[in-house]
């Protein structure tokens, strides 16, 4: 399978590391100082599960270098997926599946706008790893999984296919019964403490040992979950409680990466987390305050991002 791993920091390049230890066609596309780096020494993994080197078969910077894909990993942030997607539609057939992997809750609808229905395949990982250094990713804390689906959740040849290939590299991936519920699980969990976390720019145990803070966030993933059952996502208290269990036993000095983005006057997932509830609870006739205060008073500091 000739698979294609577009964006190679601390989510392609772990998954793409583990990829390219096969005998599959992996081709990686990035930029700067890391894509060098790669081209001249292959991609290093660090990992507290073991580390491992390799050397993808193309490291570039242009897509006419690659062979057509059957399969394309997206591992850029979701405010980046459209031009991506624009990017790579020329060089894909129509049988080629798009998978994302970043975090958001609608982001093959942004894949919509530029590719086919046939095309577009929708997920979400679990792994907490970035770029150490030029050519270097360190994943140091979460057993990696991955799991994924066609958007109506066809249990397809395809998808079949791909979870075959992702098992073969010793990637833990599963295929979704619901893969919109799982999505929605994950944003729920993401949403909430980047949010609350961007804001107070202190870690998760800060946050929560304030009574105060604890209980906003909470309202933050109620109105979510608001948002979701309004949407038709399958989504219940059950699991607002199960995001509060896993919050409350993540490391104290824990940050989310959108958290560490905003903190450094980097661009940030801002608009496809709290913004996208505020939105969509705008469309839907459901009261979203607390994600609206959080998302207003961080929304200045995002525009100056990127008007850098």
């Known amino acids: 399978m000739n698979i294609l791993i577009y964006g190679i920091g601390g989510v392609g390049g772990y998954f793409g590391g583990k990829l390219a230890a096969t005998d599959h066609h992996i081709s990686f596309y990035g930029r700067g100082s890391h894509l060098k780096a790669i081209q001249e020494n292959g991609l290093q993994v660090k990992s507290f599960e073991g580390d491992f080197k390799v050397y993808p078969d193309i490291a570039t910077n242009s897509l006419e270098d690659i062979p057509t894909p059957d399969l394309v990993l997206l591992g850029v942030k979701s405010w980046q997926l459209e031009e991506a997607a624009l990017a790579i539609n020329p060089f894909l057939k129509e049988t080629t599946a798009v998978l994302p992997l970043q975090n958001g809750a609608d982001n093959h609808g942004k894949l919509l706008k530029c590719l086919s229905e046939k095309q577009v395949l929708t997920g979400l990982c679990n792994l907490i790893s970035y770029i150490e250094s030029p050519g270097v990713i360190c994943h140091f804390a979460i057993h990696p999984t991955l799991t994924f689906g066609e958007i109506d959740n066809n249990k397809s040849d395809r998808v079949n296919a791909i979870n075959a290939v992702f098992n073969e590299a010793g990637i833990v991936s599963f295929i979704a019964d619901d893969i919109h519920r799982e999505i929605w699980k994950k944003f729920m969990f993401i949403a909430t403490i980047s949010a609350i976390g961007g804001l107070t720019r202190v870690p998760i145990g800060a946050i929560r040992s304030s009574p105060y803070l604890y209980k906003k966030m909470e309202e933050i993933a109620n109105e979510i979950l608001h948002v979701a059952q309004a949407k038709q996502i399958n989504l219940t208290v059950k699991d607002v409680e199960n995001v509060f269990k896993t919050i409350d036993k993540l490391d104290p000095q824990s940050t989310a990466s959108t958290q560490r983005d905003i903190m450094e006057g980097k661009p940030s997932e801002l608009e496809n987390f709290n913004g996208y ?28 991002s990127r008007s850098k």
Do not use: S
Request: glycine letters at 4%.
């Open 277 to 304: 509830i505020v939105k969509e609870g705008a469309r839907l006739n459901v009261a979203t305050p607390v994600n609206e205060f959080i998302y207003e008073c961080l929304k200045p500091m995002e525009t100056k």
